[in-house]
């Protein structure tokens, strides 16, 4: 029991020391990092008790996976920035309810209808503006830090 328990423990350091070499010079946080090292180590595991025949190279996992950690990252920055807006954008045309007004002395007035229809402009969907502003500072979900993409 004490030797699974060994290599377990070596086949996660190996399997962080891999990733941590394969993505280095794209600058990920450490959250991220270990999010890709713990899904490899997973992924390789179930690998090798499938049999190594069966596998896919390493590298590749890596990339699929740094891939698949990435883009649902970018997809939680886009969704709490719409977040952001809408809650921006709610708070800023909160609409006040109507006071009922008491009157004493009841008017008499006659009512006109009118109607107008006016045309509205109506534009094509790819000519319409985007809302969602683009992101000036990448964001790290796991940690809630902004970072610098340049290094």
């Known amino acids: 029991a004490v030797v699974v ?6 086949a ?7 990733v941590q070499h394969a993505v280095r010079s794209l600058a990920l946080p450490d ?23 069966s596998g896919t190279k390493r590298s590749t ?10 883009s649902a990252g970018a997809t939680m920055q886009r969704l709490s920035q719409q977040a952001i ?10 609409h006040r309810p ?3 007004i008491k009157i004493e002395h009841p008017t008499t007035t006659t009512t006109a209808t009118t109607t107008t229809h006016e045309k509205k402009e109506t534009k094509p969907v790819h000519e319409m503006e985007c809302k969602v502003k683009k ?13 610098d993409q340049n290094g």
Do not use: Y
């Open 5 to 10: 328990g060994v290599d377990l423990e070596a």
């Open 12 to 18: 996660r350091t190996a399997s962080r020391n891999f």
């Open 31 to 53: 959250p991220t990092m270990q999010a890709i090292a713990m899904l490899f180590t997973q992924c390789t595991n179930d690998q090798r008790n499938l049999g190594w025949a």
């Open 61 to 70: 996992l890596c990339g699929a996976l740094t891939l698949l950690v990435c």
């Open 85 to 94: 807006q809408t809650k921006n954008h709610s708070t800023n045309s909160s």
């Open 98 to 100: 109507n006071k009922r």
């Open 135 to 147: 992101e000036e500072e990448p964001f790290d979900v796991m940690s809630h830090v902004s970072f």
